[in-house]
Nanobody
Framework: VQLQACGGGLVQAGGSLRLSCEAS????????MGWFRQAPGKEREFVAS????????YYTDAVKGRCTISRDNAKNTVYLQMNNLKPEDTAVYFC????????????????WGQGTLVTVSS
């Protein structure tokens, strides 16, 4: 199983980034996918997840209204569009996969990607 995340970078506050994560070695279309993040000195936390068919999405309160998770099952790829970024969004962002009908909480994650760094300057 491989989850290859990309799209991170340095952006000014108020800017946007689009993260992508391409999966291989798993049955992508049958799995919930999600994004987590880990800031320096902090625990990894849930950001957003999307059901296997894309019909249900879940967000942590800190990003609601600013981020959109989506997926393309034909491309085995999940995306996270992040707008109006804030310095507190600075973290390494990890994509994840797991089997669930609900939100992809950390305890359910079966596979993790390698992470992509997002840095938001003030």
């Amino acid at each position: 199983v491989q989850l290859q995340a990309c799209g991170g970078g340095l952006v000014q506050a108020g800017g946007s980034l689009r993260l992508s994560c391409e999966a291989s070695g798993l049955t992508f279309s049958s799995l919930a996918m999600g994004w987590f993040r880990q800031a320096p000195g902090k625990e990894r936390e849930f950001v957003a997840s999307i059901s296997w068919g894309g019909g249900s999405t879940y967000y942590t309160d800190a990003v609601k209204g600013r981020c959109t998770i989506s997926r393309d099952n034909a491309k085995n790829t999940v995306y996270l569009q992040m707008n109006n970024l804030k310095p507190e969004d600075t973290a390494v962002y990890f994509c994840a996969a797991g089997e669930t009908q609900g939100a992809l909480v950390r305890s359910i994650v079966d596979s993790w990607g390698q992470g992509t760094l997002v840095t938001v300057s003030s």
